[in-house]
């Protein structure tokens, strides 16, 4: 407690650290607090689990006083973190008893106005908050303290315009923190509209390779499920995250692991709130052991003792793939990702290679394993726009 101690916390926040276990800062806590408390506008490069929900919350529970109005705000790019960090803040803060709102989209907008009555600090989608802004159910004149979270898969997901109305509505001697996994050139043009001279902090945010094992199987498209099934059989321990690029995927694979007697459950952008909330807390509580997602409903969430990532696609963008492996190895612990790789994800497959500086991740020998009998998935199709033609996804099974 020592080393937290030193970053110029005040007691009762340090109180609160130690009620939580934590006995040292993290490299993002540790590089990041003492500006954070000194009123600094902060560019910090961090990944999900790094620890910066604690770093930023020590902000907000400096500088928001309880029943003044909405004083701090914090942006993010999911519902899942929104209800993720808004419960962190909550906890963090107790001690001083500030009421924190999630407000997103997919779920009924009453509620969060008679909240927002009497709230300290929102957590939020950026799409929901310029709803409640454009209802004037939300007043930002108040706020001392932005925080944009995550703030890469903001711009990803196409928020940016959002992002920046929502900016221009706040005070402009407010303290501004950006938080996100790279840091690119429109992160840097939100820092020169938005920001007064940022410390730009970075950390290690790679993955450590010393803890984590990365292998891959080649496998024929036919056996890839079978496979998958081998694999998870053998592999009972722990969590795991099975990814796959599209939502008709991730149901297909969730069901059949079911029906094989494995534990799994699926969670993607199609899902509604309600249960996508009772997803994580079904994986939370271990109630389920095998999460099966997609990249944009997993981004962000913060998810402990993952033991193995499964990519069962390759995906598409060669920075998801690091965002996926980083789930696990972490806090010291040892984790694997493995890669089951068809024909098809060749060159998805080698772009992952070449854009991480030529990772080698080894071949593993397949199994001698007999295919299952299940229902391939069916193809879908759709009619193209302005178009009769029409066109056909595949997907593996």
């Given amino acids: 407690m020592n080393n937290f101690k030193k970053l110029g916390l005040n007691d009762q926040i340090l109180e609160t650290i130690q009620k939580h276990g934590f006995t040292d800062p993290t490299k993002i806590q540790e590089k990041s607090i003492p500006f954070l408390l000194n009123g600094r506008d902060v560019i910090a490069g961090s990944k999900t689990g790094s620890g910066k929900t604690l770093a930023f919350t020590t902000a907000i529970i400096h500088k928001v006083e309880k029943s003044q109005g909405i004083q701090a705000l914090v942006l993010t790019p999911t519902r899942e973190l929104a209800e993720q960090v808004s419960k962190s803040v909550k906890d963090y803060s107790r001690h001083k008893g500030l009421v924190v709102s999630a407000v997103y989209g997919g779920v009924s907008i009453n509620p969060q106005i008679e909240k927002l009555y009497y709230t300290d600090v929102v957590v939020g989608t950026p799409g929901r908050i310029l709803d409640h802004l454009s209802r004037h159910t939300l007043n930002l004149g108040k706020i001392k303290l932005v925080i944009l979270d995550e703030a890469d898969r903001m711009l990803d997901m196409g928020f940016i315009d959002d992002v920046n109305k929502i900016l221009y509505q706040c005070p402009k001697n407010r303290q501004t923190l950006l938080y996100s996994a790279t840091i690119s050139s429109d992160i840097y043009n939100i820092a020169e509209q938005h920001m007064h001279n940022p410390v730009k902090i970075s950390v290690d945010v790679r993955v450590d390779t010393s803890k984590l094992s990365q292998i891959y199987y080649q496998v024929p498209q036919n056996l890839k499920f079978s496979l998958l099934v081998h ?167």
């Fill in 231 to 397: 694999l998870l059989k053998m592999n009972n321990s722990g969590l795991v995250m099975v990814f796959c690029n599209t939502q008709r995927a991730t149901d297909y694979v969730a069901k059949n692991l079911n029906k094989q007697d494995i534990n799994a459950i699926a969670i993607h952008g199609g899902l509604s709130q309600a249960k996508r909330s009772k997803t994580m807390q079904s994986f939370h509580s271990r109630r389920k052991d095998v999460l099966v997602c997609t990249d944009v409903a997993a981004r962000g969430l913060h998810i402990e003792d993952v033991t193995h990532i499964y990519n069962y696609d390759v995906p598409k963008e060669s920075k998801q793939y690091i965002h996926r492996i980083g789930r696990t190895a972490r806090a010291g612990k040892n984790g694997k990702a493995i890669t089951l790789l068809t024909q098809r994800d060749y060159e998805n497959f080698d772009r992952v290679q070449k854009d991480n500086n030529n990772v080698d991740i080894p071949r593993k020998e397949t199994p001698h394993i007999e295919r299952l009998s299940i229902a391939p998935m069916k193809k879908t199709f759709r009619r193209m726009r302005r178009s009769k033609n029409l066109y056909s996804h595949h997907y593996s099974y």
